[in-house]
């Protein structure tokens, strides 16, 4: 008798909690950072080299594109550094 009261009380609690009214919470996905980006580091730059005038211009070329994709990369990761700071204070 015990086993069929168990039994019947714990198939109403089944039947009520799948009954009841939950809230369901959707994920909103985060929205875009918005940084700074340049096409300038992705291009690869090919040279014709038949004078060491030559090879020095490329070298001062490369050089200068070095630069500006650190420069580049810096600010990116300055961004996303201040992005995930906004995070953590909100």
Aim: hydrophobic share 40%; with cysteine; glycine share 4%.
């Amino acid at each position: 008798m015990n086993k069929i009261k168990l039994g019947a009380i714990s198939l109403s609690l089944m039947i009520l909690n799948a009954c009841s009214t939950q809230t369901v919470y959707k994920a909103t996905p985060p929205a875009p950072i918005l940084c700074p980006t340049t096409a300038l580091c992705t291009a690869q730059v090919r040279f014709k080299l038949n004078t060491n005038g030559d090879f020095a211009m490329a070298l001062d070329r490369t050089l200068g594109q070095l630069e500006i994709c650190a420069i580049a990369h810096h600010a990116l990761q300055s961004c996303i550094n201040q992005h995930n700071e906004t995070l953590k204070h909100d």
